[in-house]
């Protein structure tokens, strides 16, 4: 299989929110001390907001934490082929988990469909995670691997225009994005779409291994 499963690398220290509790009980008695009567009149209210502020930040951080280990938990489990207990794993964290490891799990999803080889699984998981991505990174990710799951499924066509989607987000799999685009392209007679890719590949990979012989067929049909 030439494709492979994307590693996002999570920090476990980052899944912990911080408590504003202090910060706002310094800001409580300094007003307090500054304007004894107001305060004594809204206190009750102020206790009131703090304590659903708090809560709600520990039930999101609590959120946070049970979506993070049904996650690794997940991932543990497709390292160890155990496919179907991933599958179910990433399922309901992509349905039930706040973000970002609803979104990992889509991708991931993914993944585990293209190795699975449950191609319209992976077209629908890519294209739903390359929607809603928010940084041209991981949306350079989802349309390539779109257009891999869509040029798996024999549709040489749609996947051209996903490679080209990809290959135009500025990000570290350009490159493959290219050969994609150019290879879906020759496949279904795409002339036009197939010397754009290849001209790309010239002028932005000029040390890539076929560079050179892409460069001279460029030429020869000037």
């Known amino acids: 299989m030439?494709?492979?499963?994307?590693?996002v690398h999570i920090d476990r220290k980052e899944l912990k929110a911080p408590?504003?509790?202090?910060?706002?009980?310094?800001?409580l008695r300094t007003a307090f001390a500054e304007n004894r009567t107001t305060v004594i009149v809204s206190v009750a209210v102020l206790v009131m907001v703090l304590g659903g502020s708090l809560a709600a930040n520990r039930y999101r951080t609590h959120s946070q934490e049970?979506?993070?280990?049904?996650?690794?938990?997940?991932?543990?489990?497709?390292r160890n082929n155990s496919f179907e207990t991933a599958k179910a794993g990433f399922g309901d964290v992509?349905?039930?988990?706040?973000?970002?490891?609803?979104?990992?799990?889509?991708?991931?999803?993914a993944d585990?469909?293209?190795?699975?080889?449950?191609?319209?699984d992976a077209i629908e998981l890519y294209k739903g995670?390359?929607?809603?991505?928010?940084?041209?990174?991981?949306?350079?990710i989802g349309w390539k691997g779109h257009g891999y799951a869509l040029e798996m499924a024999g549709d040489s066509a749609t996947a051209a225009k996903s490679y080209h989607k990809a290959a135009d987000i500025k990000g570290p799999y350009t490159e493959e994005a290219l050969r994609g685009w150019l290879r879906t392209a020759k496949r279904v007679g795409d002339e036009k779409g197939a010397?754009?890719?290849?001209?790309?590949?010239?002028?932005?990979?000029?040390?890539?291994?076929?560079a050179e012989a892409l460069a001279e067929r460029l030429a020869s049909n000037e």
């Open 2 to 7: 030439a494709e492979h499963v994307h590693k």
């Open 19 to 27: 408590d504003p509790f202090f910060e706002t009980a310094g800001k």
């Open 66 to 78: 049970q979506a993070a280990s049904s996650f690794f938990r997940a991932a543990d489990a497709m």
């Open 94 to 109: 992509a349905k039930n988990g706040p973000d970002p490891y609803s979104e990992l799990a889509i991708l991931y999803g």
């Open 112 to 120: 585990l469909a293209v190795r699975e080889h449950r191609w319209d």
């Open 129 to 140: 995670f390359a929607g809603a991505a928010e940084t041209d990174y991981l949306r350079q």
């Open 195 to 210: 010397q754009e890719a290849a001209s790309r590949l010239v002028k932005e990979f000029p040390n890539s291994e076929e």
